[in-house]
């Protein structure tokens, strides 16, 4: 097959991932406008702000930052080299080491969250600072949701299907402005929190059912020591890990 025969195929696909994005774009749009028209420069969210800052720097880090640029090609590469019964079995062991490092990440997020507060708005005053950290502490387990998220989006890339990819963004802004507007009787702060958490496990959720329909089941696996794509995951997560922190901590701090 030539490659002008795959042309109709390549553009359809460019097409469902422009959608999904400026869906994406639009809805994290009237997500922000909303937020500000509802709550306005307030300390409260002044407060809020830091918290997600916190959480999202998290996932641009290790979900979609070094786990992506770790995964994807790693298990690409089994997948054709293999077959999709072991990469099916490497994004399953995958999966588990995933799980066990973000309850990790997030323990200690939660632990020290009152230093990374210090770090990020060291202007605070007391009432704000300690709204924050209690904001930051119900936020941080965002990033175990969006990990697994990362894990199925690269399962999906992989096998060709890019439009639920490119619409989970989308999914999670509507989830948190249809939270919003539901609460809105009763709004606090505190439902900002809660509305972030639920768009996260939405973003989620849809990835990794759509994995099912695939035929790529996404359940934690016993991670095997002699699993060389494992490994070399692995080697490559920490120093994408590091060489990212660089760039997204040094902007945040300055």
Not at 98 to 126: H, S, W
Not at 129 to 143: C, E, G, H, Y
Request: with cysteine.
């Amino acid at each position: 097959m030539s490659r002008n025969d795959n042309l109709p195929g390549m553009v359809r696909h460019a097409m469902r991932m422009m959608v999904g994005t400026l869906a994406s774009r639009v809805l994290g749009l009237v997500r922000e406008m909303l937020t500000a028209a509802l709550f306005g420069a307030t300390r409260q969210l002044d407060a809020f702000y830091v918290a997600y800052t916190l959480a999202n720097l998290s996932r641009q880090l290790l979900a979609e930052g070094a786990l992506s640029a770790s995964f994807v090609p790693v298990f690409s590469r089994t997948l054709e080299s293999k077959g999709k019964d072991s990469a099916e079995n490497l994004a399953k062991q995958a999966l588990s080491v995933l799980m066990l490092g973000g309850a990790f990440v997030v323990t200690v997020g939660i632990i020290f969250a009152p230093v990374l507060v210090g770090i990020m708005a060291p202007g605070f005053a007391a009432e704000e600072r300690a709204l924050a950290i209690s904001l930051t502490r119900i936020m941080f387990p965002f990033l175990l949701f969006v990990s697994v998220g990362a894990l199925a989006m690269g399962v999906l890339n992989s096998t060709g299907s890019f439009f639920v990819p490119a619409v989970a963004p989308a999914v999670s802004n509507l989830a948190y402005i249809l939270f919003i507007v539901a609460t809105m009787k009763d709004l606090t702060i505190w439902n900002l929190s809660a509305a972030v958490l639920i768009g996260g496990a939405c973003h989620m959720i849809l990835q990794w059912y759509w994995c099912g329909r695939m035929g790529l089941v996404l359940t934690p696996s016993m991670p095997k020591r002699k699993n060389e794509e494992l490994k070399s995951m692995m080697y490559l997560f920490f120093p994408y890990a590091a060489g990212l922190s660089l760039n997204q901590v040094n902007p945040v701090i300055s």
